[in-house]
């Protein structure tokens, strides 16, 4: 598989739905497979919350492949062998595309807190003028998960001609307040951590001591990511082997492994940048400039195909069923089909569960479907 990593610079500015300005913005993106002559084999892949434009393949020093490697690649659901798969780091996040420790141009400094706050039609909007900058101007889907199956259901709404079919997994139509309170937690711990220094931290420092508060709302991210059937098969009652039962501070399996995977978040992933990932996906409402439900999915052109996870307990599988009844609702019942997946491993099934929907896939974009 042919794998390219490249930046893409703008100095045209970027109209925010907010009213303001991002001036200069880079945005970093990678690509598997080959563009054909006519640019009709173009794939666009979504990320999550915190996902990177690195999907797949693995670099040469890399221990862990891209995050849906399982699902990119030649051969697999989405053959590289067939289509040219695009990628990019969203605008706002921390691996490489303009974020809230970017230099604030013409500063050197960071804007920090003086970063606007995104919404996912600008991220959508600033993916689009990347596309439109390579030549591209209609792919054949837009596949995402979670945020990216925002992005996904954004992109079939507001640019409605731009993809033939559009694959959102484990998403919703607007964020519900069980969600919004899920990243609040992480968004207090971090505000309130004193390592955090209202903002003001430096970025090495995290590299090398971390950061509770991030660490901390990982935690409950965590938590709403997976499943109470998992954690039960996973870990039970097991205590460390380690750690005495009487000790106050002991622990069961299931804390060791929530602080193995917590405290380790912050050495790679930027604290402002989730602070503001959380608000970009807080405030996601595809409703949300006093249209109904009805009115934003009447203005669909393309095949849209819904994809939920039984046991998905952040963006519940009756989200996605909402979706589809109100295409149905609208007479557009022949441009839409929904599937929910039995899954073990809740939100996160999208990414660990590839195999029970990759068959799925294959055939919606052959057509099957």
Not at 148 to 163: D, K, N, V
Not at 189 to 213: E, M, Q, T, V, W
Not at 246 to 256: A, H, I, T
Not at 319 to 326: L, Q, R
């Amino acid at each position: 598989m042919k794998i390219e990593t490249k930046t893409a610079r703008f100095t045209n500015p970027l109209y925010l739905e907010s009213g303001r300005i991002l001036e200069p913005y880079e945005i970093i993106y990678e690509t598997y497979g080959q563009l054909n002559e006519d640019k009709s084999n173009v794939i666009v892949i979504c990320h999550a919350l915190s996902g990177s434009h690195h999907a797949a393949g693995r670099y040469a020093d890399e221990a862990k492949a891209g995050w849906w490697d399982k699902f990119i690649g030649d051969g697999k659901a989405i053959d590289t062998t067939k289509y040219f798969v695009i990628c990019t780091n969203n605008i706002g996040s921390c691996f490489g595309s303009t974020n809230p420790m970017s230099p604030n141009y013409p500063s050197s400094e960071p804007y920090r807190f003086k970063f606007p706050v995104l919404t996912i039609s600008d991220i959508v909007k600033a993916q689009r003028i990347l596309f439109d900058s390579l030549g591209i101007h209609h792919v054949r889907a837009v596949i995402g998960g979670s945020m990216g199956g925002m992005q996904a259901l954004c992109y079939s709404i507001e640019h409605p001609r731009f993809a033939d079919i559009v694959i959102p997994m484990a998403t919703t139509a607007y964020t519900r307040p069980w969600a919004i309170a899920i990243n609040k937690i992480a968004m207090e711990a971090i505000r309130h951590d004193p390592a955090f220094k209202n903002g003001h931290y430096k970025k090495n420092d995290l590299s090398a001591n971390g950061l509770p508060g991030l660490a901390i709302g990982r935690m409950a991210g965590l938590i709403a990511y997976l499943s109470p059937n998992l954690f039960n098969k996973k870990f039970g009652r097991n205590y460390s082997h380690t750690d005495g039962l009487y000790e106050l501070f002991g622990r069961f399996e299931v804390e060791r492994y929530l602080e193995y995977n917590s405290y380790s978040f912050p050495k790679f992933f930027d604290p402002l940048s989730y602070l503001y990932i959380c608000k970009t996906m807080n405030i996601f409402d595809v409703a949300r400039n006093k249209d109904k439900l009805e009115d934003s999915f009447s203005k669909i052109k393309c095949k849209l195909h819904l994809i939920s996870f039984s046991d998905d307990m952040l963006f519940f599988p009756e989200e996605m069923e909402e979706i589809y009844e109100i295409m149905c609702k609208i007479g557009k019942e022949e441009q839409v089909t929904y599937k929910m997946i039995e899954s073990e491993s809740g939100h996160d099934s999208f990414l660990v569960e590839v195999e029970k929907f990759e068959d799925y896939v294959r055939d919606i974009l052959e057509d099957k479907i």
